[in-house]
Nanobody
Framework: QVQLVESGGGLVQAGDSLRLSCVAS????????MAWFRRAPGKERELVAG????????VYADSVKGRFTMSRDSALWTAYLQMNRLTPEDTAVYYC????????????WGQGTQVTVSS
């Protein structure tokens, strides 16, 4: 099992930036892919960004392309989500999650960090 701890959320104004961090511990050698998800009030959880841990290849939701950047520091077992030009529509609880194999799906989740963007 992998344990995940997110940090970096907060209350910001539209147009501001935030950087979220997710630190992994435990069976970190099993990480195949790490991702950021978010759940806004009244909406379903959605994938925001993902990164292949070894290759560093990233994918993004259309709604955040060009504004958000996901990266990782392999030595620290930490993933980051740099969020620029935030809008009120980005308000949500952000979760990081780990996939050990594509077939297994995202089996480990963090507790979430709240991001609130005021207009």
């Amino acid at each position: 099992q992998v344990q995940l701890v997110e940090s970096g959320g907060g209350l910001v104004q539209a147009g501001d930036s935030l950087r979220l961090s997710c630190v992994a511990s435990g069976r970190t050698f099993s990480i195949h892919q790490m991702a950021w998800f978010r759940r806004a009030p009244g909406k379903e959880r959605e994938l925001v960004a993902g990164i292949k841990w070894r290759r560093g290849e990233t994918v993004y939701a259309d709604s955040v392309k060009g504004r958000f950047t996901m990266s990782r520091d392999s030595a620290l077992w930490t993933a980051y989500l740099q969020m620029n030009r935030l809008t009120p529509e980005d308000t949500a609880v952000y979760y990081c999650a780990v996939e050990s194999t594509p077939a297994a799906g995202y089996g480990s989740w963090g507790q979430g960090t709240q991001v609130t963007v005021s207009s």
